[in-house]
């Protein structure tokens, strides 16, 4: 048997490490394959229960976590720390997903140091450098650099065509996201998670059982949305939770960024219906997730989770890079104006028809088998450029 292909995988934040953890756990099951793990810990307390749950230990912690960085900050800190960190390990290959800080910079990396890229879920785009901001300029420079794209749909295929990207560096393989969510939902119902369902009036019923509150879920964080629209964000959900006070438990795991914080707790905190949690480990997540009857968000992650789960989706955001669920009628674009958020919320909590319309829509983002996709295509890419002439 020829030298074994070292493939290192590197990612910070919780849904980056929700994403790779399939693929990590591919690779480290593949012979003919040495799977390394770097983690940057731009996220650090989210980062390791999600690490806890897929049994994944990381060779390398650079541990850069730091309070109220800026995005110069942590994108220096990653430069620098990181570097060292490759040249030493010497891959064949380098993952990364999707578009954070730390995927722009393991790209330019890569590229530094002469080492091949691969880079998970390509070809996300708006258009707009602005919106969201920083990723879509991030996914732009991971995407030029990249040797091969890992796209999660033919959208994504499309929009990496359109600049140019050859068609052979391109592989469509859906999301491992829903590699990730189909192994949580089966350890989801832990102790952990019926003492949180049971905290918020919920037990074990299912989103619409007889005589049992409807959940709103509710994620709000993104940079784009700090100030303003955010505020009009809470307004609408105030509004919401006045109105179904009595039928609907809104609940919201507030992001820990000051930004998010203080005007989410300062305008909802004292509303009837409205539940504020603290950030929630992945588990804990996919059971209220599982039981709710809509989500309302401006993450990326939860457009592609709750259509696999049946939930509509309600996305607060100007733009989205994942129009393949508009399209598909499992989620919709509502921007951040209140009247807009209420309208559309209040269409699917009071009109079953248009509930159940989003619900059934065929989920466009995978089947469950996209990090067996993705290292099965990196060993034949890798095989053909290492074939002797």
Known sequence: ????????????????????????????????????????????????????????????????????????????????????????MRPDWILAEGDTTS?????????????????VEAGLRTGDKWNPFPEEINRVVAGAVAD???????????????????????????????????????????EETARLLDRIGLGQTMPLAAGGPRVVLVTAHRRENFGAPLERI???LAELARTYRETVRIVYPVHLNPNVWEPVHRMLGSIPGMVLLPPLDYLPLVALLRRAAMVLTDSGGLQEEAPALGVPVLVMREATERPEGVAAGTAKLVGT??????????????????????????????D??????????????????????
Request: glycine letters at 4%.
């Open 234 to 236: 809470c307004m609408a």
């Open 103 to 119: 995927v722009m910079a393991v790209a330019l990396l890569s590229h530094y140091n002469r080492i091949r890229f691969g880079h």
């Open 148 to 190: 091969l794209h890992f796209a999660p749909t033919e959208w994504a295929r499309a929009n990496l065509r359109r600049e140019n990207v050859p068609e052979g560096k391109i592989v469509v393989t859906g999301n491992p996201v829903i590699d990730a969510l189909n192994y949580a939902v089966r350890r989801a119902d832990t």
């Open 337 to 366: 104006d209140t009247a807009r958020i209420v309208v559309e919320s209040r269409r699917l909590l009071d009109d079953p028809e248009a509930h159940a319309a989003m619900a059934r829509a065929v989920n466009p983002y995978g």
């Open 368 to 389: 469950g088998h996209a990090a067996a996709r993705i290292v099965s295509a990196l060993l034949g890419r890798h095989s053909v450029e290492n074939a002797p002439v």
């Open 1 to 88: 048997m020829g030298r074994l292909i070292r493939v290192l995988s590197i990612f910070g934040t919780r849904p980056e490490a929700i994403k790779m953890a399939p693929v990590v756990r591919s690779l480290a099951e593949t012979p003919g394959i040495c799977s390394l793990v770097c983690v940057t810990a731009q996220h650090r307390q989210m980062l390791d229960q999600v690490l806890r749950l897929f049994g994944i230990v990381p060779d390398v912690d650079l541990d850069l976590m730091r309070p109220d960085q800026s995005l110069a900050e942590i994108t220096a800190a990653v430069f620098a720390r990181l570097d060292p960190v490759i040249r030493d």
